[in-house]
């Protein structure tokens, strides 16, 4: 299934986004550079990393944070663990996490 829509950030409060724990590591940096771009306007983001193995959103989540702390700009920011588990009926597992400029 492929859904595709257009929205503007600035419509948005709190901008999320997904990203697959299998993927490699450079969408790692890609999601870590956007974050950084997006949190310029926004006051925080939240992130859902998920994947099949229970500890691949772990994993993901702090890669992601050691890449978006090592920015020049010193960016500043807290990270907060939200909810997280395995999808009922599924192989599937997930892990929010809420960054929020400092």
């Not at 829509?5 to 997904?18: C, G, M, Q």
């Not at 490699?24 to 999601?31: D, Q, S, Y």
């Not at 870590?32 to 771009?37: R, W």
């Amino acid at each position: 299934m492929r859904l595709q829509y257009t929205f503007e950030l600035s419509e948005v409060e709190t901008p999320r986004f997904a990203v697959e724990a299998v993927e490699g590591i450079g969408k790692v940096f890609t999601l870590a550079s956007l974050i950084l771009n997006v949190l310029e306007t926004k006051k925080s983001v939240e992130i859902v990393f998920h994947g099949l193995n229970p500890e691949d959103p772990d994993r993901k989540i702090e890669a992601f944070q050691k890449i978006f702390s090592s920015s020049s700009e010193d960016p500043c920011a807290t990270f907060t663990i939200g909810n997280g588990g395995r999808v009922p009926g599924s192989s599937s597992y997930f892990q929010w996490l809420k960054v929020q400029r400092g």
